[in-house]
T-cell receptor, first 115, second 112 residues
Framework: AQTVTQSQPEMSVQEAETVTLSCTYDTSESDYYLFWYKQPPSRQMILVIRQEAYKQQNATENRFSVNFQKAAKSFSLKISDSQLGDAAMYFCAYTHSNSGYALNFGKGTSLLVTP | EAGVTQFPSHSVIEKGQTVTLRCDPISGHDNLYWYRRVMGKEIKFLLHFVKESKQDESGMPNNRFLAERTGGTYSTLKVQPAELEDSGVYFC??????????FGSGTRLTVV
């Protein structure tokens, strides 16, 4: 069974600084997809970034980028120039076609951004 | 376009009562998923509809949970009778194709 582990329950970063959130996963598949979702207090789950396992290039979306290490099964999220609006719960998730693309989530990391 | 709508946003019920949660997916999205997050734990998959058919219901906790999707449109998730451990936030998501989820804002269920 696939598992997703986020080892940091809470993280804190100062505004304008950079923070990295960790995620590791376990799978025997070679082709799969990884995601980072953001959940602000409004509870709406918002897709931050997506990575296809077959792509070697790390995904980037504006201030958000990932460090995808397939051999190590690691998928960390880097947030650059942190903003107060980045404060939220961040979930790492995995999916594969065998599961009908149902998402397998980690426990989440609560990110606090301080002025 | 309208997003995924879930209601109610909050529900507080007594143990033993019945509650029905509803999810309206984005129009045209064949895939509809239900997830649940119990406080402090992972978000867990409950089930997956493709149109009106249950593709995978392996995550449903027990037979007190019943999900339906009428005509491939909106979906309901009924809990009967509710137990204390059913408390949590229930999320619905829809997608067209393999993924590209849009999530609803969830229903917070509290069983007292």
């Amino acid at each position: 069974a696939q598992t997703v582990t986020q080892s940091q329950p809470e993280m804190s970063v100062q505004e304008a600084e950079t923070v990295t959130l960790s995620c590791t996963y376990d799978t025997s598949e070679s082709d799969y997809y990884l995601f980072w979702y953001k959940q602000p207090p409004s509870r709406q789950m918002i897709l931050v970034i997506r990575q296809e396992a077959y792509k070697q290039q790390n995904a980037t979306e504006n201030r958000f980028s990932v460090n995808f290490q397939k051999a190590a099964k690691s998928f960390s999220l880097k947030i650059s120039d942190s903003q107060l609006g980045d404060a939220a719960m961040y979930f790492c998730a995995y999916t594969h076609s065998n599961s009908g693309y149902a998402l397998n989530f980690g426990k989440g990391t609560s990110l606090l951004v301080t002025p | 376009e309208a997003g995924v709508t879930q209601f109610p946003s909050h529900s507080v019920i007594e143990k033993g009562q019945t509650v029905t949660l509803r999810c309206d997916p984005i129009s045209g999205h064949d895939n509809l998923y239900w997830y649940r997050r119990v406080m402090g734990k992972e978000i867990k998959f409950l089930l997956h509809f493709v149109k009106e058919s249950k593709q995978d219901e392996s995550g449903m906790p027990n037979n007190r949970f019943l999900a339906e999707r009428t005509g491939g449109t909106y979906s309901t998730l009924k809990v009967q009778p509710a137990e204390l451990e059913d408390s949590g936030v229930y999320f619905c998501a829809s997608s067209q194709g393999s993924f590209g989820y849009t999530f609803g804002s969830g229903t917070r269920l509290t069983v007292v």
